[in-house]
């Protein structure tokens, strides 16, 4: 996790996204400074394998 990507993975699957200024941040937080390593989100992540960008970002995560 870092200013300009996060990575978010389970189970042993992990992606790694790229954060831009257009990327939405939504929950206890409003940036992705607030966002810590070990929290639980949900993101909107689109691209390809290689060229991934978070749309949104949830912290908490919200459940399906």
Not at 22 to 27: I, W
């Given at each position: 996790?870092?200013?300009t990507s996060i990575t978010i993975g389970?189970?042993?699957n992990a992606v790694t996204a790229t954060v831009t200024k257009?990327?939405?941040?939504?929950?206890k937080?409003?940036?992705i400074a607030g966002i810590k390593v070990g929290d639980m989100v949900s993101a909107t992540i689109r691209g390809t394998d290689g060229k991934l960008t978070a749309v949104t970002i949830q912290d908490?995560?919200?459940l399906p």
């Open positions: 996790m870092s200013a389970a189970g042993g257009a990327t939405r941040v939504s929950g937080v409003s940036t908490p995560a919200s």
